[in-house]
């Protein structure tokens, strides 16, 4: 039986997937964006594939002697999602890595720190600890995004990189709420972000509709509406299923060492301007 919402004033709601989303409005401004910027797109994907020898260094699978190292093979965090996090990380050497929502994420960004020695700082933002994740961070903040002072992220500057995994739900005094009406219109300008399980140009999948995610939503009501002070960075859903540039990562997928990673990722970066 699926997951009702019962609002007083209005009627009993099921959420149901839009298939008419992919031929959207959205759809045609990541059509426009994608050929206006496919060599810059396939470059960054170039420069991420550079990094191959320490990428295929990581297990595939989870070593329980080993709970802080990454995995391939986590169920949670697709290749593509990874490879992104670890190839932000190793090539930009951001002062901060500020995340809200930790687990497999840290470990790839915290691998990237050890192989490369960068400079970075991991700044954990989630309010269910979990013992192998807080000894990988810096910082360590056990609460949610909504109980924050938004002045807590001043500390982000130009090169930063802040990453997204939240409730994925707006509500009233919600995580993703704040995180869209209070503190990104406030970054500075050249910080990357990415926002996990964002599937545009479509709507999230069927299987999802009892999660009552709507945080993307917001993303593309932001993006129609003239993406002010924000440029799309990697896209990741929309290129995998959309463009033929993802093909650039095959030599990676390919080795022995990545057999059954998933190749696809749920990522949307962006970067403040």
């Keep these: 039986m699926k997951s009702k919402i019962i609002i007083n004033d209005y009627s009993t709601y099921s959420p149901k997937r839009r298939d008419s989303l992919e031929n959207s409005p959205v759809r045609y401004l990541l059509d426009k964006h994608y050929l206006e910027n496919k060599t810059k797109i396939e470059n960054k994907l170039n420069r991420f594939i550079s990094l191959k020898e320490q990428l295929c260094e990581i297990s595939r699978d989870f070593n329980k002697d080993r709970p ?25 050497n951001p002062r901060h890595y500020v995340e809200v929502g930790s687990g497999n994420s840290t470990k790839f960004v915290r691998q990237a720190i050890k192989d490369h020695d960068l400079q970075t700082r991991i700044i954990s933002i989630d309010p269910c600890p979990r013992a192998e994740i807080d000894v990988i961070c810096d910082e360590v903040v056990r609460a949610p995004l909504e109980e924050l002072d938004t002045g807590f992220f001043s500390m982000l500057q130009e090169g930063d990189v802040f990453f997204i995994d939240n409730s994925h739900r707006s509500f009233q005094n919600s995580d993703v709420t704040v995180f869209f009406t209070e503190i990104l219109p406030t970054l500075r300008a050249g910080i990357t972000i990415g926002i996990h399980d964002i599937y545009l140009p479509f709507d999230y999948p069927n299987e999802w509709a009892d999660r009552f995610y ?43 060492r990545m057999k059954g990673v998933e190749k696809h990722g749920a990522a949307f970066w962006l970067r403040t301007t």
Aim: negative net charge; hydrophobic residues 45%.
């Design 68 to 92: 802080q190292a990454p995995n391939w093979i986590n169920g949670w965090l697709p290749g593509a999602d990874a490879l992104s996090l670890y190839g932000y990380a190793a090539l930009g």
């Design 214 to 256: 709507n945080e993307q939503y917001l993303l593309c009501c932001y993006l129609l509406g003239g993406m002010n002070r924000l440029e799309i960075e990697l896209p990741l859903v929309y290129l995998y299923y959309c463009t033929e540039s993802m093909q650039l990562l095959n030599d990676l997928w390919a080795d022995e």
